[in-house]
């Protein structure tokens, strides 16, 4: 039973970091169009694809959720 | 009070400007990235929930530093000199509420016309 | 703990749930603070040895919390359960209060 689902607390800890991690990807996708330094913009795609990588772990996570009322 | 924005005059010094606001913002972005992913840690029970989150908390250490590394190689972050930053964060401030002042966005900003969205 | 108050109290039973409960409490704001420390480290160095005292911490917060659930204090996936532990705690230490004055 325990390997099945997760427990309530962690489910909604992953649930607000899964919405954290869409808008900061989302947030940094949007900035690599207005800055103009190079090696930043590098940097904010450097997030944007380990965002990527995270979410879909994430996401992963949750589909182990609990049914809860 | 500026009113005109495409006046060259007042671009002056814009590109760093707007770096460091933004690279700011993705500080900002990193450190509550850490800070939320370290108490979701603190509540995981499960092994492969403490993996990932684990995982996910030294990836966002590692970003983070990244970003503050070049902040602070491109000038735009000084932690050591604090008198050179506080200049800068006012000068910055002050810019920004400039800017916010303006009227940037006038009259009507719904396109909703201009986008294919299908009745439901 | 007094003799004398675990007896009115019978707390005995419930002396090692409370210090186990501190522990997980305390181990859970280390992991916070050590994370918040990080952000705010600038010299390489101190980061480092945080980083790796912070695994230290997370390992304690996974023993104490396996500990927990394995002697039946925290039961992180059932509720009803945790409500019943958590309501007899309390009673416990309303009764404790109550003892004292």
């Known amino acids: ?69 | 009070m500026i009113n005109d924005y495409l006046e060259i005059r007042n671009a002056e010094g814009m590109p760093k400007l707007v770096d460091g606001t933004m690279s700011l913002g993705f500080l900002l972005n990193a450190k509550s990235g850490v800070r939320n992913c370290a108490i979701a840690l603190t509540e995981a029970t499960t092994p492969e929930v403490r993996k990932v989150l684990q995982k996910e908390l030294y990836d966002a250490f590692y970003i983070h530093e990244e970003i503050y590394k070049l902040m602070v190689r491109k000038r735009w972050f000084h932690p050591i000199d604090l008198d050179k930053q506080f200049q800068i964060d006012m000068e910055a401030s002050k810019t920004a509420v400039q800017i916010a002042s303006m009227d940037l966005f006038p009259g009507d900003t719904s396109r909703i016309g201009t986008f294919a969205t299908p009745e439901k | 703990m007094n003799t004398l108050i675990e007896n009115i109290t019978g707390l005995k039973k419930l002396n090692d749930q409370v210090i186990a409960t501190d522990f997980l409490i305390a181990a859970k704001s280390v992991v916070i603070n050590y994370s918040i420390a990080i952000t705010e480290a600038y010299n390489p160095e101190v980061r480092l040895v945080l980083k790796n005292q912070l695994k230290d911490v997370i390992a304690t917060h996974e023993v104490i919390s396996d500990y927990m659930i394995k002697k039946g204090y925290y039961h992180a996936y059932d509720l009803k359960e945790q409500y019943k532990v958590d309501m007899k705690v309390t009673e416990t230490t309303l009764k404790l209060a109550e003892k004292v004055m």
Do not use: W
């Open chain 1, 1 to 69: 039973m325990r390997e099945q689902y997760l427990a309530p607390n962690e489910t909604m800890q992953i649930h607000e970091l899964l919405n954290l991690k869409t808008i900061c990807m989302t947030t940094s996708k949007m900035m690599e169009g207005v800055v103009f330094d190079q090696d930043l913009k590098a940097l904010l795609e450097k997030d944007v694809q380990q965002s990527i990588k995270s979410i879909e772990n994430l996401q992963r996570l949750l589909n182990k959720a609990p049914k809860l009322r």
